[in-house]
């Protein structure tokens, strides 16, 4: 396995896009280059859905193309992101191969038209992208400008055929040594589910009522765990051809949910992302902290990979966020903030037509001559003035934080397939208002794998992870008896990893260490939230806590439980476990984390909240630390402390004015020292406005 050795350390900020010249005539590829050469660009990802125009018959390669697209990139300066284009097989394959395109759970076979369209584990599939890969990785493996390997595109294409079916079957063998242990944690005995024979068990194919949720869980983590399989097919086939090239594959936020990302991450040399807005302004730069803390944090504390983004807008699937002007700018750098490796997006140049031709693109129909192309270029000479920032320390967090959030495919999943007693519980909206809270209050937020060791961080708050398994049970107990504050969100830990629920009242998994003892769900409707405590609401979920150990922090104030507990906090060790019983939403949510956060003693970044709108991440380097500045609010705001602005060149020490929508980046001149910067509201400050610093 190629687990992560050194860190991703490319000497420099990654920029630049999808690039697809096999759209395009040649001379087209001139006015590319130079293009490119004007945005800074330093990398360029190829062939991602080149499948067709690489192969154009089985085993007959075409590589003249991409020999002469390598060349002419390394000529310029430009590196390689080199895809292998195993997302889309070409017609010829599906035509040779009808057992390798994607059956639905209704059994529906798809036909070869739009991308994506295979089968996982078909064995044709396997081995074309065995063939594609290893001939890729001959060619190209040594080419200087190779800066790293995309194996795949977005792993997440789920199947139900009978390949899968078999695949299926050897993945639970494995998981439950028999058919008897595998009946007992699928709960066969209900509904006449049990099976007598291996070949009886099947994917949850399209079914005349509810599935079994234990099965259909299983089946995630087995698409998962295949779909790893398949990259790592393809990172050895490259390693076997003698390329030494970096190894990643992009994942996908915010809606796709097909991977586990701790394990595929364990398995990349760098981690890379896609993340793409479903909103601007405060919400989206809240999405791309979120997005950023994430990816970071499955890269082991970073640094990661942004593969893709849009520069504007994604007119697809219900994407519709448009970027503002400066916003491509200030998300890219906030990434960079949390550790990515660069900006990189989709796409360079709108193809004339397809699918994605209204997709943005830096060089979009309109030419070069536009605001974004400008936009383009100035953060490609922006990022090229932070080159030292990609030098990760030493000891590989590049962000330190002191709170983490439990984050695992599992929750999303459990929460998904289980039927409860309310729809309102979902996974990723209870993970994301955590965090979109923390972030909201300055406070930097790393998110951690159950089971991880915890001790690094002060408050770990752990929302709706419905399955809790027993090391995840252990690491919560340490981190409390250790002194740490746990809060645990409702719907946690009420099974184990098979689903069964654990009795005794909920939420059995943590019972104890939370001191109290659940013995009725009462789900609210949207429209009904409850009365708390202190002028709080809590929304879509309620229950009737009896407190064992633990003494009451907020109490239902209307409903049937009024005057019984909503949250608790109880004493464990040299720690504190809270319960949270109900959901907590905006500023309610606001208020109790940030007791919970002065509890733990977690700060915000400098000490201090920020003002509105204003974002302040400190980045660690391989010397000092570089203070990031995004000043997303449309009015100035003051820098103080000793240290450089690497965007301008300025000094910060005497104050540094960071107008509205701009960034500033500092070095610290020494890391370790105390804290020395303040940043707060340049109207806060009498005379700070004067000089004008303009950028
Ligand atoms: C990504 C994908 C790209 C492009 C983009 C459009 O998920 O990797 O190829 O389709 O979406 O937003």
């Keep these: 396995m190629s687990q992560r050795s050194a860190p991703f350390a490319p000497g420099r900020l990654l920029f630049g896009g999808d690039y697809n010249p096999e759209q395009w005539p040649r001379e087209v590829w001139d006015e590319d280059v130079r293009l490119m050469r004007a945005a800074g660009t330093t990398t360029a990802t190829v062939g991602v859905f080149s499948w067709s125009v690489l192969e154009p018959r089985p085993g007959e390669f075409t590589f003249d193309w991409l020999d002469e697209v390598f060349d002419l990139l390394h000529r310029n300066g430009i590196g390689v992101v080199l895809a292998t284009p195993t997302a889309s097989p070409p017609p010829w394959f599906s035509s040779a191969h009808p057992d390798a395109l994607p059956v639905e759970a209704d059994g529906t076979r798809k036909v070869h038209g739009s991308r994506d369209t295979y089968c996982h584990s078909a064995p044709a599939y396997r081995a074309a992208c065995v063939r594609i890969a290893t001939a890729l990785a001959e060619r190209y493996g040594r080419h200087p400008a190779l800066q790293a390997w995309h194996l795949h595109n977005e792993y997440g294409t789920l199947c139900w055929c009978d390949h899968v079916a078999a695949a299926f079957r050897d993945w639970l063998r494995e998981r439950y040594g028999t058919l008897e ?36 869980v299983d089946f995630r983590r087995f698409s998962s765990d295949a779909m790893l399989e398949r990259l790592r097919e393809q ?9 030494t090239a970096p190894v990643t594959t992009n994942f996908m936020l915010p809606t796709w949910n097909h991977l586990e990302q701790w394990s595929w991450a364990a398995e990349q040399d760098v981690v890379s992302l896609d993340h793409y807005l479903d909103d601007t302004g405060p919400d989206g730069e809240a999405f791309v902290a979120y997005a950023g803390d994430l990816a970071r ?18 007119p697809l699937r219900g994407r519709r966020a448009t970027r503002r002007p400066g916003e491509f700018t200030r998300h890219s750098l906030s990434y960079v903030a949390r550790g990515a490796q660069g900006a990189m997006y989709f796409q360079w140049r709108a193809p004339s037509a397809g699918s994605e031709a209204w997709h943005g693109a830096v060089l979009d129909h309109a030419g070069a001559d536009t605001r974004l192309f400008r936009e383009a270029c100035s953060l490609g000479a922006a990022l090229g003035r932070l080159a030292e920032v990609a030098e990760p320390p030493a000891e590989g967090r590049t962000v330190l934080a002191e709170v983490a959030v439990l984050w695992h495919a599992d929750g999303w999943w459990a929460l998904e397939h289980q ?24 406070i930097a937020v790393d998110f951690a794998r159950p089971g991880a060791d915890l001790r690094a961080y002060r408050l770990v708050v752990v929302p709706s992870m419905y399955v809790l398994g027993d090391a995840a049970v252990r690491s919560l107990q340490e981190f409390v008896e250790a002194g740490g ?24 998994r943590l019972r104890d260490l939370l001191g109290v003892r659940v013995d009725e769900l009462h789900p609210l409707a949207e429209e009904e939230p409850v009365a708390l405590s202190g002028g709080s609401r809590g929304h879509a979920w309620s229950e009737h806590v009896e407190p064992g150990g633990a003494e009451t922090v907020l109490t239902y104030e209307s409903g049937s439980l009024a005057g019984g507990p909503a949250a608790t906090r109880a004493r464990s060790g040299a720690g504190t476990a809270h319960y949270l019983s109900t959901r907590l939403r905006g500023p309610d ?53 000793p240290g450089e602005d690497l965007l301008s060149g300025r000094a910060s020490g005497a104050g540094l004015t960071v107008a509205g929508g701009d960034v500033a980046v500092l070095r610290q001149a020494q890391r370790g020292a105390a804290d020395p910067w303040t940043v707060v509201a340049a109207d806060e400050v009498p005379g700070a406005l004067s000089p004008a610093t303009p950028r």
């Design 589 to 641: 949510l606001d208020r109790y984390l940030a007791d919970r956060c002065a509890e733990a003693g977690v700060e915000p970044v400098l000490g201090r909240r920020p003002p509105a709108g204003v974002e302040v991440v400190r980045r660690r380097g391989a010397r000092t630390d570089y203070l990031f500045v995004l000043n997303h609010a449309a009015t100035p705001v003051l820098v103080t402390g």
């Design 485 to 508: 504050v746990l809060v645990v969100g409702c719907l946690t830990g009420y099974a184990a990893e098979d689903l069964h629920v654990v009795g005794g009242g909920y939420p059995g």
């Design 181 to 216: 242990a595998l009946n007992d944690a699928w709960w066969t005995a209900f509904w006449s589910q049990r099976c007598s024979t291996w070949e009886e068990v099947l994917p949850p194919r399209a079914t005349q009522y509810l599935h079994n949720p234990t099965q259909a």
């Design 297 to 314: 944090s499955w890269a082991g504390g970073g640094p990661w990979l942004l593969m893709e983004q849009s520069p504007t807008s994604v």
């Design 235 to 243: 990172r050895e086939a490259v390693r076997a051809a003698g390329s």
């Design 419 to 442: 039927v409860l007693p309310s729809d309102a519980m979902t996974y990723p909206e209870a993970v994301r208002d955590v965090h979109r809270s923390l972030h909201g209050a300055g």
